[in-house]
């Protein structure tokens, strides 16, 4: 029997950790599953193959998470699989992209559709297993904690900051007005669920490559929601947080995701991403400048010891300061593989010990989201 034939066709049973019903999706873009994955898959998990054209046509069960494993040769495969992805994300599907060279652009190409694990070829099992129990085990904590409003909202802000990182690393274009309605989902979301239901959300399903621009995102729009923002300036804020981190498309993996802190020349090249950024939006086009002030000045500060202009005062929008203020908190209270984690109080301390460097009206507006909200990443 091929390993194709051992695909079952009915209801899929397998790990004891997978409920009746549920299993691992493999999309593929050949005739059949290429051996090497399948292989591995069926060694250890119940698996549902699925060319990728025919993806809409899975029903009826509910997969925890998706093996990608596609290849990309012309421009038509690409609007194929995110029509695909867009499917999956709707059904808060996981998803783990095979990919054929370890490298920073097939992962950047991957993170564009939404990966939140790559694992490239050659594979073995000690490198594919862990990923993909991981992304199940966040999938099921998922279903059992999240409600429908808040998968909405969480769901539209990944679909955003997928189209957002293809839009910088391919020719694919975007506009503002292509994001205002995954803007909306996110701002109405927050509106119903609140502020640290979202965090804790972002914390519990959410791989570190979204985790920044989504926390981001929710600090900035519940604390306009806090001060009583009308929708018009809640989607400024929200979009500004989901494109604020634009130009780390342009930042080398091993940079982005190091486990330790940067040295000097590593941290010169990480600042450069607010001004590759600003390059992107302007190159391309489809943005207002003052979504492209948020993506170049989100590290600027009042005192000019910012970057990347050393832009000072007036010089700096009242928008571009709110988003300053939730991308410093938000980086604080976020636990990275180099620092735990912050309270929110001691986060707030260590800005209002920032003199002259913050917006003090907005800083001390703040602390009601910092104080009065039990808020960790």
């Known amino acids: 029997m091929s390993l194709a034939q051992r695909l079952p066709?009915?209801?899929?049973?397998g790990l004891p950790h997978l409920s009746a019903g549920s299993g691992i999706l493999l999309v593929h873009d050949g005739a059949t599953p290429r051996a090497d994955i399948l292989g591995a898959l069926l060694a250890r998990y119940t698996v549902l193959a699925r060319r990728l054209k025919d993806v809409v046509e899975v029903k009826g069960h509910e997969h925890p998470l998706a093996v990608v494993d596609v290849r990309i040769r012309r421009e038509a495969d690409s609007v194929?699989?995110?029509?695909?992805?867009?499917?999956?994300?709707?059904r808060a599907v996981r998803r783990l992209?095979?990919?054929e060279q370890s490298n920073r652009g097939a992962t950047a190409e991957a993170e564009a559709f939404g990966a939140e694990a790559v694992v490239s070829r050659p594979f073995s099992a000690e490198t594919l297993y862990p990923s993909v129990d991981r992304l199940i085990?966040?999938?099921?904590?998922?279903?059992?904690?999240?409600?429908?409003?808040?998968?909405?909202?969480?769901?539209?802000?990944i679909d955003a900051i997928e189209r957002i990182l293809q839009?910088?690393?391919?020719?694919?274009?975007?506009?503002?007005?292509?994001?205002?309605?995954?803007?909306?989902?996110?701002?109405g979301t927050l509106a119903e669920t609140g502020l640290a239901d979202w965090i804790a959300a972002v914390k519990r399903h959410h791989s570190q490559t979204f985790r920044h621009s989504l926390l981001v995102t929710g600090v900035a729009v519940g604390f306009g929601?806090?001060?009583?923002?009308?929708?018009?300036?809640?989607?400024?804020?929200?979009?500004?947080?989901?494109?604020?981190?634009?130009?780390?498309?342009?930042i080398p993996l091993d940079?982005?995701?190091?486990?330790?802190?940067?040295?000097?020349?590593?941290?010169?090249?990480m600042r450069s991403h607010a001004a590759h950024g600003r390059d992107i939006m302007r190159e391309k086009g489809g943005f207002s400048p003052e979504m492209i002030d948020v993506v170049a000045q989100h590290h600027e500060l009042l005192d000019g010891s910012g970057y990347p202009d050393g832009l000072c005062g007036d010089r700096i929008s009242d928008l571009v300061r709110t988003i300053t203020v939730a991308d410093i908190f938000s980086a604080l209270i976020e636990e990275r593989a180099y620092k735990t984690r912050l309270s929110s109080a001691h986060a707030y301390d260590i800005m209002v010990?920032?003199?002259?460097?913050?917006?003090?009206?907005?800083?001390?507006?703040?602390?009601?989201?910092?104080?009065?909200?039990?808020?960790?990443?």
């Open 9 to 13: 066709d009915t209801a899929l049973l």
């Open 80 to 90: 194929q699989l995110r029509e695909a992805m867009g499917r999956l994300a709707n």
């Open 97 to 99: 992209f095979i990919t």
């Open 137 to 157: 085990r966040a999938a099921i904590e998922e279903r059992s904690a999240g409600g429908a409003a808040q998968r909405e909202g969480l769901n539209a802000g």
């Open 167 to 187: 839009f910088a690393a391919t020719g694919h274009q975007l506009t503002q007005e292509e994001l205002y309605g995954q803007g909306d989902k996110v701002v």
């Open 225 to 250: 929601q806090m001060l009583g923002f009308g929708h018009a300036d809640q989607r400024r804020l929200a979009l500004g947080g989901l494109l604020h981190d634009i130009g780390k498309a342009r």
């Open 255 to 269: 940079i982005l995701e190091k486990p330790g802190a940067l040295d000097e020349n590593e941290l010169a090249i």
């Open 353 to 377: 010990g920032m003199k002259g460097k913050l917006d003090p009206t907005l800083l001390g507006a703040f602390a009601h989201i910092a104080l009065r909200t039990s808020l960790a990443a």
